[in-house]
């Protein structure tokens, strides 16, 4: 991945963006901008506020100081349906799925907001809304294929181990058909071969869709690998900047992963 | 043995004796059944959406019934009330979203319960306030209602017709739920929520439409109880007593499940006047008061996840 997969153009910009919860410093100060369809990289060590700055992008928590740019247009308090009103979609750190319902039915509550036809029909399943749905279910169905999970589609997704799990909400993500997408350690717990189909289906999807995807991830390999460009934070301060050969240079950022020893 | 006999044959033996008064026994129970799932059905809605036990149900029942009554006393149509009753329901839930849940989001479970107690408190003086604490009849005849009975069987089995209408209007009304909550996007969305919040909040669900639209729901199936339970009694704050017999449906048929809460009415109403009036006299009469809540008990006991209830597995 190089940078002629990207047109330049800011889809999102965070400016000055400070969060505290009480006395609690999660964020301070933290500027960015992801560009259109590029693979952009947060990482930093536990408890840096990666998390809290994705859940600062969707809408979760709501930054004291600051502004966001989405789209060319300004926002400050956004809730998350607004967010994913506007193509913001994510996956979670501790899966977030429905688990009483099936693989399908968890990436068909992904089309949550392209349904339009009125309840009336949707509830007799007639008219407008049975065309509605078999468009849905088509799209749907090409996500499932896409992500090689057409074995556990009437699966409750309880059941299911959790590396697949992980997919399914990756495809439940998907379904929203995002313009950007946010990926919340989509590969925490996996073993190799997992981390692989996973890391094959970032760049499918970067590359087929066009997506532009936020990435936060503790398995350096896969960064270095995925990403065009990273920030680094620590302790809720972006401490470095830059593509995967200068931040691997980067003094800070080592001192921030190994530690420092203070000398007087 | 004489005791024995009359807990474990005699009743069996006047059942099949007397199939038409059985028969008759059984509607009564169906009919008292089918208000008790509504009441229910109002219950699991909000559970499922919000996780909270809404302790105000029953007294939106009185408050529902007592708006379209109080309204009629004062000089509006029947028809006209109906509709405003409506509108009332629907601002109540808007104000409880906005004023109530908005502001405990995230809070435990137990924070939500206290406070749908307090909205029980308070609904109970608004609504004396506005429309006086003295019990009122429902407006049967002027909605329409029939208040006839028919007779079968040589006058044997006598069906009242407001329990016949009640029985079909509540039947339908479960039928438009079930189809409304399986098919639509609300009803998915509903279900997401049930399941997950963070998670339905990212794929675009409202938290807050949705809180809207349950305890307007629960405030329409409200409004539906308290007119035909008003019609068999009358409409008085003594009315939201009826709201704590869905405790022992809810156990049968499981907090979370739709279908359960019709189930689980159905079983609670028939087997309540079944036993009253084949065991009841036994322990000199009235068990009718108590038999729901041990047969609840009794359930408990042998799966307290209930008939439908989904068995919470946590994967560690």
């Known amino acids: ?264 | 043995m004489e005791f024995l006999t009359a807990i474990f044959i005699q009743p069996f033996f006047d059942m099949v004796d007397d199939p038409v008064l059985f028969l008759q026994v059984i509607w009564e129970g169906f009919v008292t059944g089918i208000l008790y799932s509504l009441i229910a059905f109002g219950f699991v809605l909000i559970f499922k959406a919000s996780g909270v036990f809404n302790f105000a149900q029953g007294i939106m029942v009185v408050f529902a019934a007592l708006t379209l009554v109080g309204l009629h006393e004062n000089g509006v149509p029947a028809f006209i009330a109906l509709p405003i009753t409506i509108v009332v329901m629907y601002a109540l839930a808007f104000s409880v979203e906005r004023l109530v849940l908005r502001s405990l989001v995230n809070q435990p479970d137990i924070i939500l319960f206290m406070a749908t107690i307090g909205l029980t408190f308070f609904l109970i003086g608004f609504g004396e306030f506005i429309f006086g604490g003295e019990p009122k009849m429902m407006i049967t005849e002027e909605l329409l209602l029939p208040y006839d009975s028919i007779t079968f069987f040589d006058d044997m089995l006598i069906l009242q017709e407001i329990d016949i209408a009640a029985s079909v209007i509540a039947v339908i009304a479960l039928i438009i739920l079930a189809l409304f909550l399986g098919k639509t996007k609300i009803g998915i969305a509903l279900r997401a929520v049930a399941d997950d919040h963070q998670a339905a909040l990212s794929v675009g669900v409202s938290l807050n439409t949705i809180w809207v639209v349950v305890w307007f729901i629960s405030g329409i199936i409200a409004l539906i109880t308290g007119i035909m339970w008003g019609a068999k009694s009358d409409v008085s704050f003594a009315l939201s007593i009826i709201a704590f017999k869905a405790l022992p449906v809810l156990i049968l048929g499981g907090f979370t499940s739709v279908p359960g809460a019709i189930v689980g009415g159905l079983i609670i109403g028939i087997g309540e006047k079944i036993g009253e009036f084949y065991w009841g006299h036994l322990v000199g009469g009235s068990i009718e008061g108590w038999l729901a809540y041990m047969i609840a008990l009794v359930f408990l006991f042998f799966r307290p996840q209930g008939l439908f209830g989904e068995k919470i597995i946590e994967r560690v």
């Open chain 1, 1 to 264: 991945m190089s940078a002629e997969n990207n047109t330049g153009d800011v889809l999102l910009s965070v400016d000055h963006i400070s969060l505290a919860f009480g006395g609690v410093k999660a964020l301070t100060d933290i500027n960015f901008e992801i560009r259109k369809k590029e693979i952009f990289a947060i990482i930093g060590p536990n408890g840096a506020g990666k998390t809290s700055m994705l859940n600062v992008i969707n809408g979760f928590y709501h930054p004291q100081d600051g502004e966001i740019h989405f789209k060319g247009l300004h926002r400050k308090q956004m809730r998350p349906h607004e967010a994913a009103v506007q193509g913001i979609a994510r996956t979670f750190q501790n899966v977030a799925l429905f688990k009483g319902m099936s693989t399908l039915n968890n990436i068909m509550a992904g089309r949550n907001l392209k349904m339009k036809a009125n309840l009336f029909w949707q509830a007799l399943y007639y008219g407008p809304a049975r065309k509605e749905e078999m468009e849905n279910r088509k799209f749907v169905e090409d996500i499932i294929d896409f992500l090689e999970i057409q074995a556990i589609r009437r699966t409750p997704v309880g059941k299911l181990p959790y590396g697949l799990q992980k997919r399914v909400e990756l495809g439940r993500a998907l379904a929203m058909e995002p313009e950007l997408l946010l990926l919340d350690e989509p590969m925490a717990g996996m073993n190799i071969e997992e981390k692989q189909d996973m890391c094959r289906f970032i760049l499918d999807i970067n590359e087929q869709y066009g997506t532009t995807i936020v990435l936060i991830e503790h398995d350096m390999g896969v960064v270095m690998d995925l990403s065009e460009r990273l920030i680094v934070l620590d302790y809720g301060r972006k401490i470095a900047e830059g593509n995967p050969d200068e931040i691997r240079g980067n003094q800070a950022v080592i001192d921030a992963y190994l530690g420092v020893a203070h000398t007087n």
